[in-house]
């Protein structure tokens, strides 16, 4: 079965630097997503991206964050100067096209198995 | 705003028998999605099951089903004849139609005991 797939699987990073999570969705998706699980909380949604360019995004998307989609693959998440409380599970998702049903999209967003970040 | 509340921090259920999940949310827009998720110790986000506003039936997947009570804004887990493989974290969430955001609730954490 097809799965979203993120590298690395764990990150160490001194505060201050630049980080990159990386992650290539399910080929035949169209929704990319970011979303982010601090230690013991609930997962919280960062952005959504579709057809190049930021569809949704969360107020903790903010400057220090971008996302891009480099090529036909892949998808990442860009954090400027990290902090120590960037230090989370990052989840990348995606979905198919969200068809529209009764008025709903009932399209589910698969997850990749997290990046954990620890930022020092 | 949009709110999911799952009350129940942790449930204990023997195995082979059938346990609810349970979790109520908040929404005016008439035209949303239902997901629950399971996360096992490992941390991956598994997708289990969807229910749609409009859906007449309660959706069934395997030994999962779904308890959808519109008019009381609750959408309850079913797992039926529990497994040791079921014991993980089990997270409710919703999305709302156009959007594109899934929110999750606190999450449930299952231990199912031999």
């Known amino acids: 079965e097809p799965e979203v797939t993120q590298t690395p699987s764990h990150q160490v990073t001194q505060m201050g630097q630049e980080v990159i999570l990386r992650c290539v969705p399910i080929s035949n998706h169209l929704y990319f997503y970011w979303y982010r699980q601090i230690l013991g909380q609930k997962v919280e949604f960062l952005v959504s991206?579709?057809?190049?360019?930021?569809?949704?995004k969360s107020e903790i998307f903010d400057d220090q964050f971008s996302v891009e989609r480099p090529d036909g693959s892949n998808f990442t998440l860009k954090i400027r100067s990290t902090k120590l409380e960037d230090s989370a599970m990052y989840f990348c998702?995606?979905?198919?096209?969200?068809?529209?049903?009764?008025?709903?999209?009932?399209?589910?967003?698969?997850f990749g198995d997290g990046t954990r970040l620890s930022i020092l | 705003a949009q709110k999911i509340t799952q009350t129940q921090p942790g449930m204990f259920v023997q195995e082979k028998e059938a346990v609810t999940l349970d979790c109520t949310y908040d929404t005016s827009d008439p035209s949303y999605g239902l997901f629950w998720y399971k996360q096992p110790s490992s941390g991956e986000m598994i997708f289990l099951i969807y229910q749609g506003s409009y859906d007449q039936q309660n959706a069934t997947e395997g030994r999962y089903s779904l308890n959808f009570q519109k008019a009381r804004k609750s959408a309850n887990l079913v797992i039926s004849a529990s497994q040791l493989g079921d014991s993980a974290m089990y997270f409710c969430a919703m999305r709302e139609t156009g959007g594109f955001k899934t929110i999750f609730g606190a999450g449930t954490r299952l231990f199912v005991k031999a």
């Open positions: 991206f579709y057809n190049n360019e930021i569809s949704e």
């Open positions: 998702a995606s979905s198919e096209a969200h068809r529209f049903r009764g008025g709903y999209s009932n399209q589910p967003q698969h």
